[in-house]
């Protein structure tokens, strides 16, 4: 089903990326299509080195593409010079990696503040109580004023979403989000994406090769060697183990074909 670009947040089309290992090229993401409705909520699963990051990398305009166009909002990205595309990922993508990549030598509140900054916005009253109010949403209104080494990892982790949504991006893009964290962290970070998803309407597209995760995503698209082995929707699944049991069939029916 092809939506209307203004329904779509992320639209990748015959998306490749070829690097060089030794003398030989190969797709590190190869023919990829992908349609992310706004509001929607997926997760890129495979194992590792099948081209989660790349494809998520490519979609976020950290990386060119080798052949393939991405769209986002309807704006195709490779149109845009580096710096346009630079000034587009700061206001319109969100991004968080696994590692938090917070500044050491500023606060949480201005770690979270600096991509406004950066674009020269202002941050007026009218806006810092609105951010605010998402702060104390996740729980981090005590640690505003601490620095990074002074924070947990979920903590780390949940300044390094705030610092991503604070200038309302079309999606969320989540790079492996909970892979330094434990098992409560991490699925705190999931209630918080879960809950952005389902009451703010924020469009996500998370990579991760967790089942426990994943679970919480609306739809699955699983990709073995760069290219998509097969989608599901979680709805079907009461929990993260038959969903891992369908992840796995799916990659392993792609493996013998
Ligand atoms: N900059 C690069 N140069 C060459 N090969 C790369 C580069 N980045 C990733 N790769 C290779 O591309 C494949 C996909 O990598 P990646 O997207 O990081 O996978 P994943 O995130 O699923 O683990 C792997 O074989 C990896 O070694
Ligand atoms: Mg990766």
Redesign the pocket.
Known sequence: MTENNSTLAVKATDLTKK???GDSE?D??SHVNLEVPKGDFVAIM??????????L?LIAGLARPTSGEIEIEGKAISKMSDRELTVFRRRRMGIVFQSYNLIPHLTAEENILFPLRADGRTVDAALLERLRAFWEELDLTNQLSQYPDALSGGQQQRVALARALCAEPVALLA?EPTGNLDWTSSQNICRVLDKLNKEEERTILL?T?EPAVAVWAKRIVV?RD?KIAGEFATREFRDAAELAARYQEIARASASR
């Open positions: 690097y060089t290992r190969f590190a993401v495979g194992a590792s080195g099948s081209g989660k990051s790349t494809a990398h790079d990579v090769h990709l760069g």
